[in-house]
């Protein structure tokens, strides 16, 4: 019965979304596993659709399926190719059967700010490994800010040594598995709409994440608290399939992809200020932040630094040091 109910809300939801399209119109589908408002992509996702179903109307239509309603990340990318969807954003993190060069975006402690990731972006280095996915059929749109991730677990975190022990979530990136276990603790990956239930059966003790997605998802209810760490980057690769888009006529695809840009860029000049107020979500939830000092923070780094080294070579020095310098 719940397989019905649930084949019920999804087609109801595709139905909802299809209501909007016209005949004759290309239908664009995005999927992806996020709130559908409140979250800087959820957020982006709608502002993208609102603009290309405005400024395209008649030639395209948009629909977003939010909320892993229609296919997890692992499988989103198989849709791509299929042509069952035309868009995803999975997390850079997510990419390790394409290309094990994003490892990058995950190194622990890599960039300072999110001002840093979008100065990387717009770089050199930045625009040619948006291609580092073309060889396997897609193509990278861009890229798109999540925010900083921060840690939490059954039990206060304060230094990394208050984790031995314990298991946490993690997306399917080798890089996060290492950071963990260099705090002594153990990972295990799962699928995003998989955590709040482990967290809460006690599969895993602990998770990391940004502010967005521990408030939308409500981890903090299932946590006993949240340390503030902003130890690694989460950002997502807008991306497509290149057959798709090598298939569009030229003057769709060119107007198509200056909205992208331009969403792009909104979207995430935004992402800080939604980061900031879904962190005073969870405060007003009643939820407890724990805030660092400069010590402890110390103690973050340089357990976690030590894991460049292991990855340096899949990601190449001067990408590392690229980014780096994109720090200021
Ligand atoms: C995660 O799996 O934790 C994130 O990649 C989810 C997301 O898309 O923000």
Redesign the pocket.
């Given at each position: 019965l719940l397989g019905a109910v649930s084949a019920l809300a999804i087609s109801l939801t595709a139905t909802q979304a299809m209501a909007q399209c016209e005949d004759g119109e290309m239908v664009i589908k995005f999927s992806?596993?996020?709130a559908a408002t409140g979250h800087p992509?959820g957020d982006a996702a709608t502002m993208l659709a609102d603009r290309v179903n405005e400024e395209m109307n008649g030639t395209a239509c948009m629909e977003v399926f939010a909320n892993s309603t229609l296919y997890d990340?692992d499988k989103v990318m198989e849709a791509l190719l299929l042509g069952d969807v035309q868009l995803a954003?999975?997390?850079l993190?997510?990419f390790e059967a394409y290309t094990k060069k994003y490892r990058l975006f995950d190194l622990p402690f890599l960039f300072s700010s999110l001002d840093a990731v979008d100065a990387f972006a717009a770089s050199d280095a930045g625009k040619e490994l948006l291609k580092a996915t073309e060889s396997s059929g897609y193509t990278g749109l861009g890229y798109w800010s999540?925010g900083l991730k921060q840690f939490s677990a059954n039990k206060p975190l304060e230094v990394p040594s208050d984790a031995n022990g314990l298991k946490f979530r993690v997306?399917t990136s080798d890089v996060a598995v290492a950071m963990i276990e260099a705090m002594g603790a153990s990972a295990q990956k799962l699928?995003?709409k998989e955590?709040y239930g482990a967290l809460q059966t006690g599969v895993v003790d602990g998770q990391e994440?940004?502010w967005s997605?521990i408030y939308t998802q409500k981890f903090f209810e299932v946590q006993d608290g949240i340390t503030e760490t902003n130890h690694q980057l989460?950002a997502?690769l807008l991306v497509t399939s290149t057959e798709w888009l090598n298939g569009l006529d030229p003057a769709v695809r060119d107007q198509f992809l200056a909205i992208v840009d331009d969403v792009t860029m909104k979207a995430n000049g935004q992402v800080a200020e939604k980061e900031a107020a879904n962190r005073q979500n969870i405060i007003d939830a009643g939820a407890t932040v724990r805030e660092l000092t400069a010590e402890q923070r110390a103690e973050w780094v340089s357990t976690m630094k030590p894991v460049w080294q292991k990855f340096e070579g899949d990601i190449g020095k001067d990408l590392i040091d690229a980014a780096v310098a994109s720090n200021g």
């Open positions: 992806h596993v996020v992509k990340d954003a999975p997390s993190s997510k999540s997306q699928a995003f955590v994440n940004t997605n989460l997502y």
